[in-house]
């Protein structure tokens, strides 16, 4: 696997509100936070650059609502913020994919990480972050359309159980498998290690 030195990582909503587990339910993967911070310090090291996203929801009942703790990004990724020399963006959100936030994602990436790169040739994004299969998903999918390669670090991220129509459920597991199927069968994203990713960007 060959990770550009412009590949941007994307690091998706990794904030406090997502430890209330009476509103979000039973988590899987509970090694996806070490995961995301090995991630971040790969690519701050190395100089790449890095996009911090965060979740400003707009529901009343929401943990990740403006104003309140649950807005915060985690300790694990707000102390790192700056720290590397490479470029870093705060985007803000309040849909699931980060290419609809603020600062335009799309934009900051063509101007700042990829610059003069040609289309479908240095552009590589790699996805972390909250929830697997929806923000994440919705943004490596969206990546995928834009003509980005796209890395899902699966293992660096997690979601929790999750029911739908006809009162079917799906746990957390289930979910992430789902997403990893949909993401790599379907061609949108390759579905990698966290461990693979920090080899490459280090190599």
Request: with cysteine.
């Amino acid at each position: 696997m060959d990770i550009a030195q412009n590949a941007a990582l994307v690091v998706i909503d990794v904030q406090k509100g997502f430890d209330d587990p009476v509103h979000w339910g039973p988590r899987d993967n509970p090694a996806a936070e070490e995961n995301i911070a090995a991630l971040i310090d790969a690519w701050q090291s190395t100089g790449r650059p890095v996009v911090f996203v965060r979740h400003d929801s707009p529901k009343p009942n929401s943990p990740l609502r403006p104003g309140q703790e649950g807005n915060d990004l985690k300790d694990v990724v707000a102390s790192r913020r700056g720290k590397g020399s490479g470029p870093e963006v705060l985007i803000t959100k309040t849909v699931n994919s980060a290419f609809y936030g603020t600062p335009d994602l799309k934009e900051w990436l063509d101007a700042v990480a990829h610059g003069d790169a040609a289309e479908g040739q240095g552009r590589q994004l790699v996805v972390t972050g909250i929830q697997t299969n929806l923000c994440c998903e919705t943004t490596a999918r969206m990546g995928g359309n834009l003509g980005y390669e796209v890395f899902f670090a699966l293992d660096a991220t997690h979601t929790f159980d999750l029911e739908g129509p006809e009162g079917w459920k799906l746990t957390a597991q289930e979910l992430a498998r789902a997403t990893a199927v949909s993401l790599h069968g379907g061609g949108f994203a390759k579905v990698v290690t966290t461990e693979e990713l920090v080899a490459a960007a280090s190599s």
